[in-house]
T-cell receptor
Framework: AQTVTQSQPEMSVQEAETVTLSCTYD???????LFWYKQPPSRQMILVIR??????QNATENRFSVNFQKAAKSFSLKISDSQLGDAAMYFC???????????????FGKGTHLIIQP | NAGVTQTPKFQVLKTGQSMTLQCAQD?????MYWYRQDPGMGLRLIYY???????DKGEVPNGYNVSRLNKREFSLRLESAAPSQTSVYFC?????????????FGSGTQLSVL
């Protein structure tokens, strides 16, 4: 079974600074998807960014980018120019890409609570 | 554009009571899921349904039952609620094929069992 580990229960960053959230995963599969989800106090789960394992290029979405190291099984999220609205729980997640293998949904890490200091 | 709709948003039960959490999606997705979220634990899969008419156990199925009523609806039932089932419950749906698939989540149900 796949596991996802987020080793930072809480991170704090000054507004406008850059912060990196760590995620490692364990899998025997070669093809999969990785995700970062944001959960603000409203509880809504919001997809931040998505990476396909067969793509070497790191995904980016505006101020959010990832550092995907497949051999190291590492998938960190970098938030540039942090804003007060970025304060939330962030979850790293894994999903198999094999035919039928993703039908059982995502495997989530335990989350990192990101605090933005004004 | 409703997406994934969960009801109720909040519920308080007494130990031993039963209830059903309702979930419906209007995106014609094949797969649907029920997760629970506990502090410091992330989201854990309770049950999932890969397609209409099928259901399978996830990581933490004990104490729950599910019904995939049709393609749109996937309900979660607690037959005899226990305090350990106090949690936030999320329903989600997805298309399982294609390169652009992702999970869409409902807004969650806060359940307290006293």
């Amino acid at each position: 079974a796949q596991t996802v580990t987020q080793s930072q229960p809480e991170m704090s960053v000054q507004e406008a600074e850059t912060v990196t959230l760590s995620c490692t995963y364990d899998t025997s599969e070669s093809d999969y998807y990785l995700f970062w989800y944001k959960q603000p106090p409203s509880r809504q789960m919001i997809l931040v960014i998505r990476q396909e394992a067969y793509k070497q290029q790191n995904a980016t979405e505006n101020r959010f980018s990832v550092n995907f190291q497949k051999a190291a099984k590492s998938f960190s999220l970098k938030i540039s120019d942090s804003q007060l609205g970025d304060a939330a729980m962030y979850f790293c997640a894994y999903r198999s890409a094999k035919e039928g293998g993703g039908a059982d949904g995502l495997t989530f890490g335990k989350g990192t609570h990101l605090i933005i200091q004004p | 554009n409703a997406g994934v709709t969960q009801t109720p948003k909040f519920q308080v039960l007494k130990t031993g009571q039963s209830m059903t959490l309702q979930c419906a999606q209007d995106m014609n997705h094949n797969s649907m899921y029920w997760y629970r979220q506990d502090p410091g634990m992330g989201l854990r899969l309770i049950y999932y349904s890969a397609s209409e008419g099928t259901t399978d156990k996830g990581e933490v199925p004990n104490g729950y039952n599910v019904s995939r009523l049709n393609k749109r609806e996937f309900s979660l039932r607690l037959e005899s609620a226990a305090p350990s089932q106090t949690s936030v419950y999320f329903c989600a749906s997805s298309i399982t094929t294609g390169t652009n698939e992702k999970l869409f989540f409902g807004s969650g149900t806060q359940l307290s069992v006293l």
